[in-house]
């Protein structure tokens, strides 16, 4: 998987085509990411204590990686992720401007 934790993508495809946002969570061996404030639900969430209220909250909920693209730190457009070795670690850069991930 190419996109993880922490990277800035933005929705290719789907309801919120378009958008960008930051990666929340990654989720490798489904497939899936979660991005803040992407493909946003409303969950009812049950009282905390006895004889509270309970809530309707949004919560961000996982999408397809296939449907997201990293963004390019430089030129702000989406793009694709290589990678190369620089003293035996592995290196992700971005195929449009070169710039390391």
């Given at each position: 998987?190419?996109?993880k934790?922490?990277d800035?993508v ?9 958008k960008t946002g930051?990666v929340?969570?990654?989720?490798p ?8 404030g992407?493909?946003?639900r409303?969950?009812a969430?049950r ?5 509270g209220?309970g ?5 961000a909920?996982?999408?397809d ?11 702000g457009?989406k ?17 449009k401007?070169?710039?390391v991930i």
């Open positions: 998987m190419n996109i934790k922490g800035n933005i929705i290719i495809s789907g309801k919120d085509k378009g930051k929340a969570k990654a989720l061996k489904r497939g899936l990411i979660v991005i803040e992407i493909n946003m409303k969950k969430q009282p905390k204590k006895a004889g209220k809530q309707i909250i949004d919560r909920m996982p999408i990686v296939s449907n997201a693209m990293l963004v390019d730190s430089k030129t457009k793009t694709r992720v290589g990678y190369k070795r620089e003293n035996g670690k592995r290196i992700r850069f971005s195929k401007s070169k710039a």
